[in-house]
């Protein structure tokens, strides 16, 4: 079973805005930092957001600060990514990943033990 849903991909005209969800499914991920990342085709899977366990810190990319906001719904058990101002090099796959037990800064892949399987966001030039 994967443990982390994307939902709300899709095509967006740029300078045009989407929100991402991410919900957790099969185990609760309310005490995680949880990210964001994306991989574009051709192009290794890259950092683009994440928060801490209680939703106190936010870390972004530079390509996407500014622009992007990420938070969380502890009861809900979902984390989100708002994207405005989209760009044409916004178009990637997005994936949601929760905590691994390496956990450090959380800039990395190997800090996500948990992923789910990305949604899909097209940006129209």
């Known amino acids: 079973q994967v443990p982390l849903v994307e939902s709300g991909g899709g095509m967006v005209q740029a300078g045009g805005s989407l929100r991402l969800s991410c919900a957790a499914s099969?185990?609760?991920?309310?005490?995680?930092?949880m990210g964001w990342f994306r991989q574009a085709p051709g192009k290794e899977r890259e950092f683009v957001a994440s928060?801490?366990?209680?939703?106190?810190?936010?870390y972004y990319a530079d390509s996407v600060k500014g622009r992007f906001t990420i938070s969380r719904d502890h009861a809900m058990d979902t984390v989100d990514l708002q994207m405005n101002s989209l760009k044409s090099e916004d178009r990637a796959v997005y994936y949601c990943a929760g905590e691994g037990e390496n956990y450090s800064g959380g800039y990395s892949l190997h800090d996500y033990d948990y992923w789910g399987k990305g949604t899909k966001v097209t940006a129209a030039s």
């Open positions: 928060i801490s366990r209680y939703g106190g810190y936010t």
């Open positions: 099969g185990r609760t991920f309310s005490s995680s930092a």
